[in-house]
């Protein structure tokens, strides 16, 4: 070959990858959308949204990301204003307003969010002489996680909410914070989580000696932490006590959706039926007979890889996992070979939503989750969504395209 | 950093645990699919194929309601829904609905076929269960289920309604659970409520909601194309249905029938009654009453209109929601601002009412036209003379009378736990000068002093100002709900007015005041022999039609444990209607039989009382 055509050096297994998903998505929602019913013929609309999403990705592959470095903290604060307005004049979906209504756009704002705080916490960790084992290199980042998360946990929609401490955590162990210092800054969140678990503060009391001894962390970072968990001591059980019983059973609802027999806990079954009997290799594309998830709403949306494991089978089901684990593998690589350090924990933060959103979405598929919500990333149906995740894709092939730069 | 610190772990090391955690993420995926789609294959297989899964609905029972004896006052019912419900569509087995079937059905439910035939329409357009035919009798039920082979698709649902063992009784206090309605169900929709939920919209049912109801439980059946019952699924774990708390009320049954006996006659008008030891109400009544259990049951929208609309409107808790002027039962109030400001004594005798007092270019007249003579304070409010009060009103000024009757609670809601209470309205400087653009002129003082002008109360206050008024001015918070079972630290809140301060000589005189109301004044229809009653009687004249007839009292007067509030709208004198209703309520109570009997505090376990469902 004399005439070299040279392609842009992207991240040719993860783009390819991304877009075998988006077209086994594609499938899978016209699949879903053939039966007659209320969203018979969605995928056309699909079809649009995923040619317009294509042209996002690659405008927000083009555009150097120093671009969004510079656009961190302004894109940060207009998704905050976004997240309040969510909780002010929303449109509620099935019982959480988590969408916001412009004209023929409606979408989730916390979609946005968590890009820009990607980005913002990118900037942050990328600062030169980054130590964070000192009090305000690793506060300061906690804090601004902890506004979205709090906004989205206020919709109420928990499982979009948890993706934040995700992001943080990643990041933060990628910008080089020792293991057991984690543990210790993430001690608070590790502190409700053992006292709904266990019903006592004893747990955790001796976790957190252990902790303290085994990281040995400075002196205010240590206070502080002490001073978070001392709040959430004194107030959990305080506060525990003081709910009625029906009190409580909201909460527990609200920690696990399952629970509501004729939606959630009706949808569960019906989607492990549709996986188990699909089987080895399927009942082939558009052949699924698992007519019970013809009442479902939500087979094309959230509980689309049921559709996936009855019509293609173990087989089919098993591509979509390796896809998967290879969008998200080579991400991670590429978060080691970018040499910029934003670009680098830019990636980082980004893969790891993305991981976030498909465990969590298709372990509540076969139900070893409990049902949140969340669309399977690239696969189901939903305008925005796919927008949104094509925009993170582009992002990582920005990286991609300028891992040599500094 | 310290460079021993483990933060400086090369970027590879780091890489390899990022890469290692997702990778053992997605092997769980693949874990769990193999189990389900390989290992659990045949048997979700056989679920998919011919046999269908839904959910049965297990019932939560909501509370029941008793009074503070434990006797039963609502509870619930078993109402048999004949019920169709579809088949999916794409169902190979779904049957065709034939002029037979419909015929069938038809005559089993005793409706037209075509209604029933948009309706069987409906529900396979929609996926929704249709419900033919509602609380239909057992003959019918049992009929249908017989049939049922032969009847794909209709049912028999059991859901429970609203039962009122009392009918009308207390019908205010308690409210009404109805089915909930479309409107309804979308606004609740984040509460989990479902079409053929049971939800409080009146009375203590609404203010309980959250506590009344349980939650439902559910468990997965298989059904076969006919919609029977094949196989329970062992799927998910186990949701067993929570039954709603019961609610131990403050009422006590034997008051409120009296109560209701004695008001049985009176087209308009409430009454309450309140313990003076804790605020607990003990009954309360509201003419023109209803009867909850029509509503439980469903109503014609003809009905609710005439209902609603009628121009008595037997909704409205008069006891709460009805804003009266009070009279001279406000008479109270007036003394003990004026012996507490120190501007007159027990004993002060004023100008002697010659039966009216002119006062700035008018006179005012005293109800009873041929004059008190000479009066002291004691005797002015057992006579309830007007000129005395008129002048008493001059002396103390607005803001001191303002302040005891908030003191009292007056003008302000009481926080009893009973949804859409009133308050009322105590006038002030403020509330004249926004209102008029003015200050007040010293003769509205003269009518309010004697409970006219601007003032209005509830019922429920006029009871609660008895109650304190016996126990010396100590504030108490109006309830209705004493215990929750099941909900051991439920406690009625604080009282929301901070209650009044007087010396003993002014209480003193309050109560011989009161008490020779009932014994030797205008109140001695209230009379009870072998009782020391206090009380005031009332008269309001109000601008549309007759005065009202109001009386408040509390007994004995030694150690009270009993403080009522009548208002009899449009029937004349307080002294002539109101205060014979109040004597035979407490004749009946304090009668031989039940006098001195305390009453009970803890309700006895009534648990194995029988629901309906």
Redesign the interface.
């Known amino acids: 070959m004399e005439t070299r055509f040279r392609l842009p050096p992207v991240d040719l297994p993860m783009a390819i990858a991304a877009l075998a998903l988006l077209v086994i998505g594609l499938l899978m929602v016209f699949s879903a959308t053939t039966v007659p019913g209320a969203h018979q013929g969605l995928w056309v609309r699909q079809l649009l949204w995923l040619g317009f999403a294509l042209c996002a990705a690659w405008v927000a592959a083009a555009i150097h990301y120093r671009a969004y470095e510079s656009l961190a903290y302004p894109l940060y604060l207009l998704s905050l204003v976004l997240l309040a307005a969510v909780l002010v004049v929303g449109t509620s979906a099935m019982g959480a307003k988590r969408w916001l209504d412009l004209g023929p756009l409606r979408f989730q704002p916390s979609e946005i969010a968590k890009i820009a705080t990607v980005f913002v916490l990118a900037r942050r960790f990328d600062a030169p002489r980054l130590d964070l084992t000192r009090l305000r290199h690793w506060l300061v980042p906690l804090l601004i996680t902890s506004i979205p998360f709090a906004l989205v946990a206020k919709e109420p929609d928990l499982g979009t909410s948890l993706a934040f401490p995700v992001i943080l955590i990643a990041m933060y162990y990628w910008a080089g914070m020792p293991l057991g210092q984690l543990a210790l800054g993430l001690s608070p969140m590790l502190n409700v989580l053992l006292f709904f678990l266990t019903g006592s503060l004893w747990w955790f009391g001796a976790l957190f000696v252990g902790l303290v001894a085994a990281v040995r962390p400075k002196l205010s970072s240590l206070l502080v932490v002490l001073a978070l968990n001392g709040a959430v001591a004194y107030t959990m059980p305080h506060l525990w006590e003081h709910l009625h019983d029906y009190q409580k059973r909201r909460i527990q609802t609200f920690l696990n959706p399952g629970q509501d027999p004729y939606g959630a806990g009706y949808q569960l079954i019906q989607s492990k039926i549709a996986v188990g009997s699909g089987g080895f290799v399927g009942k082939g594309f558009l052949r699924g007979t698992q007519k019970a998830l013809a009442f479902l709403p939500m087979r094309h949306t959230d509980f689309i890889y049921s559709v996936v494991g009855e019509e293609l089978g173990f087989l089919g089901a098993l591509t979509v996992v390796i896809l998967y684990a290879i969008v998200v593998l080579r991400g991670f690589r590429l978060a080691l070979a970018a040499r910029n350090g934003f670009a680098s924990l830019m990636t980082v933060g980004l893969v790891s939503a993305l991981f976030y959103h498909i465990m969590v979405n298709i372990l509540m598929t076969i139900g070893w989750a409990p049902v949140t919500g969340l669309p399977l990333p690239l696969i189901s149906y939903g305008g925005t969504a796919l927008l949104v995740n094509c925009v993170q894709l582009g992002l990582l092939q920005n990286v991609a395209l300028r891992r040599q730069e500094y | 950093?310290s460079p021993s610190?483990?933060?400086?772990?090369s970027?590879?090391q780091?890489?390899a645990?990022?890469?290692a955690l997702?990778?053992c993420?997605?092997l769980?995926?693949?874990a769990?699919?193999?189990r389900?789609?390989?290992g659990?294959?045949d048997?979700?297989?056989r679920?998919?194929?011919e046999n269908?899964?839904?959910?049965e609905?297990l019932r939560a029972p909501r509370g029941a309601i008793f009074d503070r004896t434990g006797l039963l006052l609502a509870d619930n019912y078993p109402s048999f829904n004949i019920v169709f419900r579809p088949t999916?569509?794409?169902?190979a087995q779904r049957m065709p609905v034939t002029s037979g079937w419909l015929a069938r059905v038809g005559q089993l439910v005793e409706g037209d076929t075509t209604r029933l035939k948009t309706l069987v329409a409906l529900a396979n357009a929609s996926?929704q269960t249709a419900v033919l035919r509602r609380g239909s009798p057992f003959a019918v039920a049992a009929a249908v289920e017989e049939s049922r082979s032969d009847l794909p698709g209709v049912e028999v649902m059991i859901e429970p309604i609203r039962h009122y063992p009392h009918g009308e009784l207390a019908s205010h206090l308690l409210g009404y659970a109805g089915e909930i309605g479309d409107q309804e169900l979308e606004e609740r929709?984040?509460?989990?409520y479902?079409p053929g939920d049971l939800v409080g919209r009146t009375g203590v049912e609404r203010s309980y909601e959250?506590?009344l109801?349980g939650?439902?439980?559910?468990e997965?059946v298989v059904v076969n194309a006919w919609g029977r019952r094949v196989a329970t699924?062992r799927?998910?774990?186990p949701?067993k249905p929570?039954p709603g708390?019961d609610l131990v009320l403050t009422l006590d049954l034997r008051v409120q029938q009296a109560m209701e006996e004695v008001m049985a006659g009176v087209d308009r008008g409430a009454a309450v009654a309140v313990d003076p030891r804790d605020g607990g109400i003990l009954a309360m009544v509201s003419r023109p009453a209803f009867d909850p259990n029509e509503f439980a049951r469903g109503l014609s929208v003809d009905r609710w209109n005439e209902l609603a609309q009628g121009g008595s409107n037997p909704l409205l808790n008069r006891a709460i929601q009805g804003a009266y002027p009070p009279g001279s039962t406000f008479k109270i109030v007036t003394m003990l601002a004026a012996l507490r400001a120190g501007v007159a004594t027990p004993a002060t005798r004023l100008k002697p009412c010659s039966g009216s007092y002119a006062f700035g270019g008018r006179v005012f007249g005293c109800w009873k036209r041929e004059g008190h003579g000479s009066l002291d304070f004691v005797e002015a409010i057992q006579h309830s003379c007007d000129v005395y009060f008129y002048q008493i009103g001059l002396r103390l000024g607005l803001p001191r009378l303002e302040a005891t009757a908030h003191a009292f609670g007056l003008g302000d809601r009481t926080g009893v736990d009973l949804p859409q209470e009133r308050k009322g309205l105590v006038p002030g400087e403020a509330w004249y000068q926004r209102r008029w653009g003015s200050h007040m002129r010293k003769g509205l003082l003269l009518n309010l002093a004697i409970g006219q002008g601007e003032l209005l109360v509830t019922p429920l206050q006029l009871a609660l100002l008895a109650a304190e008024v016996s126990r010396d001015g100590r504030p108490l918070r109006a309830h209705v709900v004493q215990a929750v079972r099941?909900?051991d630290?439920f406690r009625p809140g604080r009282p929301s007015q901070p209650g009044v301060d007087a010396d003993e000589t002014a209480w003193e005189a309050l109560h011989r005041g009161l008490e020779l109301v009932v014994s030797a004044g205008t109140g001695t229809a209230a009379r009870v022999p072998g009782l020391a009653v206090a009380g005031k009687t009332g008269t309001a004249q109000n601008p549309h039609g007759k005065d009202h007839a109001l009386f408040v009292c509390y007994a004995p007067v030694e150690k009270p444990t009993l403080a009522m509030a009548f208002v009899i709208e449009n029937s004349g004198h307080g002294g002539s209607v109101a205060a014979p209703l109040a004597g035979a309520v407490l004749r009946r109570v304090f009668g031989a039989d039940s006098l001195a009997r305390p009453p009970v505090v803890q309700a006895p376990d009534t648990s194995e009382v029988i629901r309906g469902d």
């Not at chain 2, 610190?5 to 772990?9: L, V």
């Not at chain 2, 269908?52 to 959910?55: D, I, L, T």
């Open positions: 950093m610190s483990p933060a400086n772990r970027k590879d780091r890489f645990l990022l890469a997702a990778l993420g997605f769980l995926i693949v769990g699919l193999m389900l789609q390989i659990q294959h048997y979700y297989q679920l998919a194929q269908r899964v839904r959910p609905v999916p569509a794409e169902s996926g929709a984040d509460q989990g479902r959250e506590v109801r939650r439902d439980g559910a997965f699924l799927e998910g774990p949701l929570v708390h099941g909900v630290d």
